[in-house]
């Protein structure tokens, strides 16, 4: 099956099956600033704003959980500059927003090996997902320094390392053991997953868990999207007939 493009988007349904755990590759920051000839640091600030609506608006609806593709392992390719920035957003977002998560119950979760940032930043989030660790409301993932390739990777050294030692069996290597040590191995299975600013890729993001994910490429630039494209984007998925691999 293709996967959807833009035009599958349609003026949301009253009612619609709802995905319990929703990633999103936000993308079309940087060309969201060269539509309005300003500078790259301005398209990431405004993408920081759609990430305050687009989650509100997902706990609205009741999404169970929502992935977010931040920093991907690749990003420390970009200038220097704008990573600095791009930390400096995330430090921004963390202090104006962590006591609304705390409020609104929301357990935030990173992924990812975000330890190779400063110390100071990896203090910041330890004591960010530490305050809202015991809230028993919707999940927040955030994806930092992320990159599915090094996952998988990981988690096949350390099946490696256990029958190495005895602690299981070759024949024990199944997909629920590899499933439970990655790094999303506590969020729900991945229903929905998309992309915006119409790129048809998945940049290393998420790929064993979108194995039966559905797919949706979006043309609207990150910046611009809000709770009625997320609304759209979920009466697409409930437009979906799942049948994972049966009739």
Sequence with gaps: MKPAAATDLAPAAATVALPRHVAIIMDGNGRWAK????PRLAGHKMGVE??????????????????LYAFSS?????????????????RHFIRSDLDELV?????????????RFSPDLVAMIDDATGRTSANTGPLLAIALNYGSQAELAGVAQELARRVRDGAMAIEDIDTQAIENLLDTHDLPPL???IRTSGEQRLSNFLLWQAAYAELLFVDTLWPDFDAETLSQAIAAFGRRQRRFGGL
């Design 191 to 193: 229903d929905l997953l």
């Design 50 to 67: 759609a990430v305050r609506k687009v989650t509100r608006a997902g706990r609205a609806m009741g999404i169970e959980a929502m992935t």
């Design 74 to 90: 690749e990003n420390w390719r970009r200038p220097e500059e704008e990573v600095g920035d791009l930390m400096g957003l995330l």
């Design 35 to 38: 539509k309005r000839h300003l």
């Design 103 to 115: 409020r609104e119950n929301v357990r935030l979760r990173v992924i990812g090996d975000y330890r």
